[in-house]
């Protein structure tokens, strides 16, 4: 690590996360990992493990370069695209035996240019169905008699029927409720076509974990892996945040009363003060919009002041500090704890917009991952990761 500002993630964190979803739920409902935009920042290919080692049946992704690089590191569960894939990609999705997300008869139209009906390799394939949240899928009866002389074609395999909720995390659970109606509309469409579908899903970590009943027979969990859940919402299910946040001063001074620090003149010390450096800013995904926020140090919260820059940014210390001393920016030092929580409400989003922001250049420590690795041959999952084909 050639610079002092690291994200130290847990694996057993997210495992034992995962352990517990995986035994709330009954056992015949598929535990399916999301593990896109690496894997909420925390590492695509450690989580995806880490989730493997804790019985997840499917992994998923939102695009094909994100599951390319799964293949690569040798993970053998079938891995779902959440997000549709151009029709000339198609050929590559047969080769690494990926799961499709199809939306339209349009794109299995344009599709067959580039697989023909005769030619080898079958099709998995996931039917998205959209029931309010309006991003994508089969809105209509007719979309979907559209789309179902397609499904029946020889190398097609519908593996699964999904949505997709708007409103899981919110307290009033109407709209849910219409969406989880139309869903079940639109179920009986894929019971009555004949087809065989293996799977019909549609919660993701909130609807998995607070209503039960929506788990069907397979659940797609991202952010409840990673330790993440609504604050407002009860939790029957022990879930840790996997992820801090830690850096290093590297230059202390003393700025005297009235003396401006950052860009724009965007503070000025109201007393003599002392002002800590930390190589840190907004290229890292620590944003201008974590102004106002806090940091801690030597056990006490201390505020960011001045403008973020873009590889570093200025502390307020509580005296005279040494260069090189720990500076905590998610996670705990002594009594205090800042939270994913406290910095999602800061910017009026949600834990997962902030460690997925955690930029390329923040160096991952991963603190038990040789446990993991260990453990890697020895036990039945093993198994499990070697059975799918690739
Ligand atoms: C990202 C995503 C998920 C995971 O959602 P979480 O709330 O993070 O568990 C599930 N389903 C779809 C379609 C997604 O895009």
Not at 17 to 43: D, T
Not at 48 to 73: Q, S
């Amino acid at each position: 690590m050639l610079r002092d500002t690291w994200a130290e993630i847990s694996l057993n964190r997210i495992r034992e996360n995962m352990l517990n979803i995986r035994q709330s739920l009954p056992s015949s409902v598929k535990l399916m990992a999301v593990v896109k935009a690496n894997g909420y920042g925390h590492g695509d290919i450690e989580s995806a493990t880490a989730a493997v080692r804790a019985g997840a049946d499917y992994l998923a992704v939102a695009y094909l370069e994100e599951a390319l690089r799964l293949r690569d590191a040798g993970m053998k569960l079938p891995i779902l695209l959440l997000a549709p894939i151009r029709p000339e990609q198609v050929q590559l999705v047969l080769k690494f035996n990926l799961t499709l997300t199809v939306t339209s008869a349009k794109w299995f139209s344009e599709m067959r240019a580039y697989k023909p009906y005769a030619s080898p390799g079958k099709l998995r394939v996931h039917v998205k169905m959209d029931t309010g949240l309006g991003r994508i899928g089969i809105r209509t009866k007719e979309e979907w008699d559209e789309i179902l002389p397609w499904l029946r074609a020889e190398d097609v395999e519908v593996d699964g029927f999904y949505t997709h909720f708007a409103t899981a995390g919110q307290a009033d659970t109407d709209y849910l409720e219409q969406q989880a109606a139309r869903f079940a509309q639109m179920m009986d469409w894929g019971h009555s076509s004949g087809l065989t579908i293996r799977h019909y899903h549609c919660a993701g970590s909130i609807a998995a974990l607070r209503f039960p009943h929506l788990a069907m027979d397979m659940v797609r969990i991202g952010a409840a892996m990673y330790g993440f859940y609504p604050k407002n919402l009860a939790c029957s299910v022990k879930l840790e945040p996997a992820l801090s946040l830690h850096s290093r001063l590297i230059q202390v001074k003393k700025l005297a009363k009235g003396e401006y620090l950052g860009y724009n003149n965007s503070y000025r010390a109201e007393e003599d003060e002392w002002i800590g450096t930390v190589p840190i800013g907004y290229a890292d995904g620590w944003s201008q919009r974590m102004q106002g926020t806090e940091v801690l140090i030597e056990g006490q919260r201390v505020p960011i002041v001045g403008k973020i820059c873009m590889d570093q940014l200025m502390i307020r210390l509580p005296g005279p500090c040494a260069e090189g001393t720990q500076v905590t920016f998610i996670g705990q030092q002594g009594d205090h704890h800042i939270t994913f929580a406290e910095l999602a409400a800061h910017i009026e989003s949600v834990a997962q917009e902030v460690s997925t922001s955690l930029g390329a250049r923040v160096a991952r420590a991963y603190t038990d991952i040789e446990e993991v690795r260990t453990r890697w041959d020895k036990q039945t999952w093993s198994n499990k990761i070697n059975q799918a084909v690739i």
